[in-house]
Structure formats: C-alpha cells, structure tokens
C-alpha cells in the first residue's frame, strides 16, 4: 500500500498521503453515506494503512462530518500526526447575508464554529469552498494571511474557483507578502476533465497543485451501474440522487467511458475503481485525490489503487475514450494553429527540473508530450 508515500502540497513544506480520506459520506440525513460506526470503521482503517490526509467541510451533513472527524482524531489521539483540511462558504443561515460566501466577516464566524467542531486549536488546511462572485479577491487573501500569522490555519487552498481567480489569488499573495495557495480541490475523473483547460498549468507552474474530488465521478466509475438496469440501480448516491441535476452521470458518452474502464481494469486483473483512482492520481498536477467510500468493502478496495502501475498502451485507450474536445480558444493550442505561431521552432522539452510544457488535452497527445 502506499499510502505512506508522502508529497509535498503544492508550493508547501506539508507532506500529505497520495489518496487521502473525503468524509462527505460521514452521516445519513443526505439519504447516501455512512452511520457512525461504519464511518469510525472508515477512519481507523485508512489512518492504520499509513493515511494522514483528511478532507472534511462545515457544511457537510450541516456540521455532522467535522464532528465525527473531531471525535475519531481525539479518539485515536492522532492530532499532531494528521493533516486536516476544511472549508468554509455554504450558508447553513439563508436569511443571513452575511451567513455564507467569502467575506471576512464569515471566514471569521465559519473558522471558529469549524475549530469546535473539530475539537481542535489549529486546522492545517483550509479552503474557501465556493466562489461567491461579489467578494474581492483581495479581502480572501488578506483573512487567509490573518488566519495563518493568529495560528488558527496552517495552509490555504481554494475549491471551485475559475482560473482567473486562482491566478489573481496568487499573484496577489506574491506580491503582497500573504500566505500562498498551495492547492485547488477541483472535481477531476475519466468522466471530468475540464480542468485540464487551464488548472493543470496553475498547479505545475504556479505552485497549486491538484486535490481531486470525485475521481470516481461519484461511483460511476466503479462500474457498478449498468446502461442495461436504467433507472434501477440499487443501492448507490448515484441512485439516490436521480433527477438531482449535480448527480446527473448516466449520460450515453460516461457509459462508453466506464465500457473502455472495464475492459481496461480486466486486462489489469484489477477493479474498475482502482483503474479509474490510479488513472487520475498519476495526472500532471496531481498531488492526492480524496478517496470516498461508504463501505469498508470499497475503502479496501480504492486503498489499493496505488499499487500497480498502468502500461502506456491501456493509458493511451482510457485517454482515448475520455478525451474533450477542446473547445475555443483551447483550439488556438493545438498543433494545426501553433505551428502557424512557432513555425519551424516547435517548443522543445526541457530535461528534469524546468515546468513541463502546459498539457492541452488532446494537441498534446497529437503531439507527442503525453
Ligand atoms: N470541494 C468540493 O466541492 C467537493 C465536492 C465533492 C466531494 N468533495 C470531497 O471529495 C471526497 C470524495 O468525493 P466523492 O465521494 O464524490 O468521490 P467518488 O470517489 O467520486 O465517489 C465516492 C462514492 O462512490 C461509491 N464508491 C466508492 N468506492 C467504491 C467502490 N470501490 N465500489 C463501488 N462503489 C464505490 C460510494 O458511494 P455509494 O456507496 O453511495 O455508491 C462512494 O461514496 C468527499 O468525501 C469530499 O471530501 C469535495
């Protein structure tokens, strides 16, 4: 297993595990996750396996998940070993204007009810959940920098945010002297990958480097669901959640990818999920992908993703089946374009230790750099 395989998050000294621990499915009242026990259960089995990496927010399951990860971290006694990340943002009060989004004045309120909850002094990584389109840039920065030097919050990162934003964000923290960005948790799978657009070079370049969300695009991507039993799934969020549009993945194109997963994952002699956690896990940018199980069976099971590698002829088919057309102006990067820009002085590869070159999808697999 490596999970004790530690990197660096982005531009920080934090050493985090590869696959860490999402805790979105701790609690019931969402209709899908896990009672107490088995989320205890979840927790013991990924800190024993060498995990120190723990993905939590206030607004899941209203409070409910920060709570149980408070508990299980004094539990264990395990505070100083762990990394905890959570994230601030979601108004749990509607009628409060000021009871949600990414002002100051909610960072502060959303920093102490998460400290409570976690039973804790200190959080090591804390992101902004959502970006709220009417807060400047410069009133987040400035709160994260007061947060990090009071001691109340390690590291910072940002979660759902446009690039532009991210980029500014940064710039801003350069130049000012604040606490820098050391991640961006985005949602990035076989069944999503638009981040590679523009977020890819953000955390290759400049230092923010990828925390993945739903690498298995919710569970679709452990095969679990069939074209053939439509609208009859079983037990799984994915049925549960049918006609909410944010859990909309049973879509003609995801069933070809999750077809090309499978046969992939046979040819492997491995399960689908671990197919799809190590094909993401090993992308540019990529410093750990936030595993979500609601059975120990399937924790087991994504814990081992990291233990075999995927041979370049299967990686080339899952790209394959997956990629995104790129769409404007992502087509001015591509091949037919750029050589009308560069002409006969194709971008060269440097060797080991200069920022690879910005990864389009499919210009650069035409040309040769994947
Ligand atoms: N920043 C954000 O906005 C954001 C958003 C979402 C999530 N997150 C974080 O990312 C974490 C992971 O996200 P996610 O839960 O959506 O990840 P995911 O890996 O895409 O989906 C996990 C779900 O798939 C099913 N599953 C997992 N392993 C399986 C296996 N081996 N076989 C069959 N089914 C399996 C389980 O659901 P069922 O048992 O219900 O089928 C599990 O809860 C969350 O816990 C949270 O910490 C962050």
Redesign the pocket.
């Known amino acids: 297993m490596n999970l004790s395989h530690y990197y660096t998050l982005g531009n920080s000294g934090l050493r985090v595990s590869r696959l860490?621990?999402?805790?979105?499915?701790f609690g019931t009242d969402w209709g899908?996750?896990s009672d107490k026990d088995t989320a205890r259960g979840l927790f013991n089995a990924y800190v024993n396996a060498g995990g120190n990496l723990i993905?939590?927010?206030d607004m899941?399951l209203n409070g409910n998940s920060e709570q149980w990860v408070g508990d299980f971290v004094k539990e264990r006694g395990l505070r100083d070993q762990l990394v905890i990340a959570t994230?601030f943002g979601f108004n749990p009060n509607p009628t409060n204007p000021n009871g949600g989004g990414n002002s100051r004045k909610n960072i502060m309120r959303a920093v102490e009810g998460s400290l409570k909850r976690l039973g804790t002094d200190y959080i090591d990584l804390y992101?902004l959940?959502?970006w709220d389109q009417m807060t400047p840039v410069e009133e987040v920065m400035r709160t994260f920098d007061e947060l990090v030097r009071s001691g109340k919050v390690r590291h910072v990162g940002l979660?759902?945010v446009p690039s532009w934003y991210a980029s500014r964000a940064q710039s801003i923290a350069e130049f000012r002297g604040y606490e820098s960005v050391c991640t961006l948790?985005?949602?990035y799978?076989l069944v999503e990958r638009s981040i590679e657009n523009e977020f890819t070079a953000l955390a290759t370049r400049y230092g923010m480097d990828t925390m993945?969300?739903?690498?298995?695009?919710?569970?679709?991507?452990?095969?679990?669901y069939k074209p053939s039993e439509a609208g009859k799934y079983g037990?799984?969020?994915?049925?549960?959640m049918q006609g909410n549009p944010a859990f909309a993945k049973f879509s003609e194109r995801n069933f070809a990818i999750v077809a090309e997963v499978e046969s992939v994952a046979k040819a492997l002699g491995r399960?689908?999920?671990?197919v799809a956690?190590n094909w993401v896990a090993n992308r540019p940018g990529v410093a750990t992908v936030?595993?979500?199980?609601?059975?120990q069976?399937?924790?087991d099971?994504?814990l081992q993703a990291l233990d075999f590698s995927i041979p370049a002829e299967l990686l080339a088919r899952l790209d394959a089946a997956s990629a995104v057309e790129p769409t404007y102006p992502y087509t001015y990067f591509t091949p037919a374009v750029q050589n009308q820009v560069v002409g006969n002085h194709p971008l060269q590869d440097k060797h080991a230790g200069y920022a690879p070159p910005i990864l389009i999808p499919g210009a650069n697999a035409a040309a040769g750099n994947e």
């Not at 860490?20 to 499915?25: D, I, R």
């Not at 993945?212 to 679990?224: F, N």
């Open positions: 860490a621990l999402g805790t979105m499915t899908w996750g993905d939590t927010a899941y994230k992101l959940h959502c979660s759902n948790q985005l949602s799978s993945v969300w739903s690498p298995l695009g919710g569970g679709m991507l452990s095969g679990k037990e799984g969020r994915l049925q549960v399960s689908m999920a671990q956690v936030l595993i979500g199980a609601t059975k069976a399937q924790l099971d994504n």
